[in-house]
C-alpha cells in the first residue's frame, strides 16, 4: 500500500489520501465540476444526495485521494481494483496538473484500469486520450442513471 501523502510534479499543489472528513468537501468538489462539465444534467442530485453518495458508495468501495492547493480540496479521484469510478477537478484548477496527477496515483497500484464517461463530454474524452486511455466502446445510455450516452475507455501499462 502506498503513503497516503504524495510528491508530485505538480507545482504548488500536495495530494494526500482523503477521510470520512474530506466526504464534504468530495461531494462538492464531485458537484461543482459535475455541474460545469455536463450542464444538461445540472441540479439532478442534492447536495444531500452527493454527500449520502459518498458516504455510503465512494468511500466505502474506493480509495480516495485528493488534490489540494493551499489546504483547499479541488480534486479528487476514487479508484479500486482495475477501475477509476470517479474524478473531478474544480474548473477554476484546470490545465495545474491536478487531474494527471490524480489519474497517475490510480494507475500506480494497477496494470490496467478502466473507465466511464459520457459521450458528450468531450473536454475528458480527450484527457483520457492523452493520457493513454483508449476508447473500448460506446452505449447509448440506457444502462446508466442518467440514461446518457457513455464511452468505455481502457488503460494498460506498456
Not at 485521494?65 to 480534486?75: K, N, Q, R, S, Y
Request: proline share 4%; net charge positive.
Amino acid at each position: 500500500m502506498m503513503s497516503s501523502v504524495l510528491t508530485t510534479e505538480a507545482p504548488g499543489l500536495a495530494f494526500r489520501r482523503l477521510e470520512r472528513d474530506d466526504m464534504d468537501d468530495a461531494a462538492r468538489v464531485h458537484r461543482a465540476s459535475f455541474d460545469r462539465a455536463l450542464p444538461w444534467l445540472a441540479g439532478r442530485y442534492t447536495p444531500e444526495q452527493d454527500r449520502w453518495f459518498y458516504r455510503e458508495r465512494v468511500f466505502t468501495t474506493c480509495e480516495v485521494w485528493g488534490a489540494f492547493d493551499h489546504g483547499a480540496l479541488i480534486g479528487l479521484v476514487a479508484f479500486r481494483r482495475y477501475w477509476i469510478d470517479q474524478l473531478y477537478v474544480l474548473p477554476e484548477a484546470h490545465k495545474r496538473g491536478a487531474g494527471s496527477a490524480l489519474t497517475e496515483i490510480a494507475k500506480r497500484d494497477f496494470d490496467r484500469l478502466q473507465l466511464w464517461t459520457f459521450q458528450r463530454n468531450l473536454p475528458a474524452r480527450r484527457f483520457y486520450a492523452a493520457r493513454g486511455f483508449a476508447l473500448v466502446s460506446t452505449t447509448d445510455g440506457s444502462r446508466n442513471e442518467e440514461k446518457e450516452p457513455d464511452a468505455l475507455y481502457f488503460w494498460t501499462r506498456a
